[in-house]
């Protein structure tokens, strides 16, 4: 039985995370399947059948967070302490996996971001079949382009989530082959929404990227000309005080309700009681949350600028995609869905059937395919 070892920086929760559970799991019967980790941050957060073995390289906990907060608060002693501690985190993390992949027995090693590609593409053991996983669509696209061309020039092939990348990495990228194989959907509700609630949902990291700031605006004019909806976002990051703070400063408090980290099990008892989903990312690779709401046969609305939405929202069919991150626009679409209730049962419907496509059997199918074919 051929060995695949797969990269990671954690196994807590994340788009990139789930992502390494679903191809473990969905190749762990037909290969040997060890994850290495960096860190170990508590349990998977999750599922990972049995027979996959877990290695975690380094028993460091990042401090990038905390040496920030003490940046802000002027706690210069505090700050110094944790940036030489940063430093010793970041020399145990590149030299560690280093020294693994020097020693690694695998047949096919998986590298799943960009930082690993490096290292990999450098002390990968000859004789290897090597593959990066791209789960980023940058802002930048040129520069990017540029580094992960540089970092996969060893690499055999490199994989993308969407067609888009997909067919930017064949043109700006042509030494290593580009192959496609999206983000499976792990888990497919037998209860879907009934789309008769006044909720609306975000999932997400609390970062810039994701444009929660936008998002509330956005819901700002929605309650302005229809203050019965309420709106749910979960998730938290840096930018969850900012947030609050612009929540309080527009009198949403009643409104809006920040549910910080929750685990997968309160997310789809949310989306399950929720009638559209909403989007207001700058940039998207994929954007499997937009599958996972589309499998409660709830809607979404995203703005063109997240580039992965478009692989899943189809656009006037299983929800709207917003040109220019026009917000006016946004909350009129919105609205208007909302008021359909034919329409909105007509793209939940719509949204469920595009889910199945992305659902784990299927997706499973395609991994293992190209994984035996190497």
């Known amino acids: 039985m051929k060995k695949v070892t797969i990269l990671g920086l954690h196994l807590n929760y994340g788009g990139v ?57 002027f706690k210069l002693i505090k700050t110094f302490k944790e940036g030489l501690k940063s430093l010793t985190i970041l020399h145990n993390k590149k030299s560690s996996m280093r020294n693994y992949l020097q020693n690694c027995s695998a047949d096919i090693i998986v590298s799943t971001r960009l930082e690993e590609t490096k290292l990999l593409n450098k002390y990968a053991p000859s004789k290897r079949v090597t593959l990066h996983i791209e789960h980023t669509h940058p802002k930048n696209i040129k520069r990017y382009l540029h580094k992960l061309k540089k970092a996969c020039q060893n690499i055999n092939y490199l994989i993308a989530v969407s067609h888009e990348l997909q067919a930017l990495f064949t043109k700006y990228i042509p030494q290593t082959k580009s192959i496609y194989l999206p983000n499976a959907l792990s888990y497919f509700p037998k209860k879907p929404s009934k789309l008769n609630t006044k909720n609306l949902i975000s999932v997400g990291r609390l970062s810039k990227e994701k444009g929660y700031m936008d998002l509330i605006s956005i819901f700002k004019i929605i309650n302005d000309l229809d203050n019965s909806y309420h709106l749910d976002i979960i998730g938290d990051g840096p930018e969850y005080s900012k947030i609050k703070d612009k929540i309080t400063k527009l009198h949403l408090e009643d409104k809006i309700t920040l549910h910080g980290f929750q685990n997968k099990d309160y997310i789809n008892k949310c989306l399950a009681a929720s009638s559209l989903y909403l989007m207001s990312s700058y940039e998207e690779s994929f954007g499997i949350v937009l599958i996972e709401a589309a499998s409660f046969k709830v809607p979404a609305i995203a703005f063109t600028s997240a580039s992965g939405a478009k692989e899943i929202i189809k656009d006037n069919v299983s929800g709207y995609l917003i040109p220019n991150r026009d917000q006016n626009l946004y909350a009129k679409k919105a609205l208007e869905l909302l008021n359909n209730r034919e329409k909105l049962e007509e793209f939940g419907l719509n949204a469920q059937n595009i889910a199945k496509e992305f659902s784990f059997p299927r997706v499973k199918d395609q991994y293992l395919k190209f994984f035996q074919s190497l």
């Open 17 to 73: 995370e789930q992502a390494i559970a679903n191809l473990a799991n969905a190749l762990s019967n037909d290969f040997e399947i060890e994850l290495a980790i960096t860190y170990k941050l508590g349990k998977p957060a999750f599922f990972l059948n049995s027979n996959i073995k877990i290695t975690y390289l380094t028993n460091d906990i990042p401090n990038k967070q905390t040496f920030i907060n003490y940046l802000k608060q």
